[in-house]
């Protein structure tokens, strides 16, 4: 779901808030995004969101696409990333990651020298410089005062200004004195941004910089498993070095778990379970957007980890020679459907198939008394249990 539109001097974009008070702030921009034609950066805003970020989205688009629906008309600019952050800074808190998706990335860099509070920084497909643009254009418009060429799904439009401001001598210096952390996910396959880009941002860092290659990913991040895996990759890496959980807000108290609606609406919720963030979803063909497990996947996956944990605690204790346990589980039922039916459903006898396998030498009675075991693990005994589920109002201020 998109966030709130808002604006600026200079451009616009959206802002994604998480449930509760944003414990840190970032800015992401991106190319062609506002036109659903790259899914990655929604995935990465949502991965961010997930774990406590207000992110402004701004998107560097110049309208429809061949006719199709339109976005905004926001040309890159360092100025409009530098314009985003102020007003971020102005309506919830100064941004500390910045995010660049294409030219969004190089644009991010370039911006670094005047805003100083940020942190870290995060590229995605991002090109080294202008040179790398310039081979774009057509020939006889890489010196005009305004050229446009096409990238992907729709056309750019650039400036001489823009093009000088990340010109590579300048992009270059700037990350040289920029003290944060950077991030830099590149896809080897990029048709227009070469691998080459990807290892000079890492050389040329202040400090050691991460590289994560998406492999078989295009430029855009268009297929939903490239864009989910960058978003993995990010949000534990945000975390990290931008705003660590267990440092920015008090856990919640052992035995308590807090569900919230996430802030981009739809199916997806936020879950808190101590100092741990999680999320749950369903998938897009039940109408969720799939950026987490289902409730019953949540279910069965905490029947399989009790079980593990049971089955080794137990080992441990008396001394077998159990070097791994894994643990399948298969269930047949869909949240989605079964909340359709939920007041005329009537009682059903659940199943889970549960599959343990136990590697190491054991003995047959060993394993066949640790199989015993992994069926009185503790959340195993609960589910067979009438367990008393009581509801009521929640009186509390919200935060």
């Not at 805003?45 to 926001?74: C, H, I, K, N």
């Not at 959980?245 to 808190?272: H, K, M, T």
Request: aromatic share 4%; with cysteine.
């Amino acid at each position: 779901m998109p966030g709130k539109a808002i604006s600026f001097p200079g451009g616009g974009g959206s802002l994604e808030l998480p449930s509760g008070a944003p414990v840190a702030s970032a800015v992401l921009v991106s190319c062609f995004a506002c036109l659903g034609h790259s899914p990655g950066p929604a995935r990465l805003a949502r991965s961010l969101v997930s774990r406590g970020f207000a992110v402004l989205r701004l998107d560097f688009t110049e309208g429809p696409a061949q006719g199709g629906d339109g976005g905004p008309d926001t040309v890159p600019s360092v100025d409009a990333v530098v314009a985003a952050s102020v007003w971020l800074a102005a309506h919830a808190r100064v941004p500390r990651l910045l995010v660049g998706h294409s030219l969004g990335g190089t644009a991010v860099v370039a911006s670094l020298p005047r805003l100083p509070d940020v942190a870290a920084v995060a590229l995605v497909n991002a090109p080294a410089g202008a040179n790398e643009v310039r081979a774009l254009l057509p020939p006889g418009e890489r010196d005009a005062a305004e050229s446009s060429f096409m990238l992907g799904p729709g056309r750019l439009r650039l400036g001489r200004d823009f093009l000088t401001a990340i010109d590579e001598a300048a992009v270059a210096k700037a990350l040289g004195a920029f003290p944060g952390a950077l991030l830099v996910l590149h896809a080897p396959e990029d048709r227009y941004v070469a691998l080459d880009s990807a290892r000079r941002w890492v050389t040329g860092a202040r400090r050691p910089a991460s590289l994560v290659m998406l492999d078989g990913a295009d430029h855009f991040l268009s297929r939903p498993e490239d864009a989910a895996y960058a978003a993995d990759v990010l949000g534990p890496w945000a975390a990290r070095h931008v705003a660590p959980v267990r440092e920015r807000e008090a856990p919640l108290p052992e035995g308590q778990v807090e569900v919230r609606e996430a802030s981009e609406g739809g199916l997806a919720q936020d879950i808190r379970v101590g100092t741990h963030r999680l999320r749950a979803d369903e998938p897009l063909t039940l109408g969720g957007q799939d950026s987490g497990p289902t409730p019953y996947g949540l279910l069965a996956a905490a029947l399989g980890a009790c079980t593990s944990m049971t089955v080794r605690m137990y080992a441990d204790r008396h001394g077998w020679p159990l070097e791994r346990v894994r643990v399948r589980l298969d269930h047949d039922r869909v949240h989605a459907k079964d909340c359709a039916e939920c007041e005329s459903r009537v009682g059903r006898v659940d199943g889970l198939e549960r599959r343990v396998r136990l590697e190491g030498p054991l003995t047959d009675e060993q394993r066949t008394r640790l199989l015993h075991i992994a069926d009185l693990c503790p959340v195993h005994r609960t589910l067979e249990s009438k367990v008393d589920v009581r509801t009521r109002w929640d009186d509390s201020s919200t935060e």
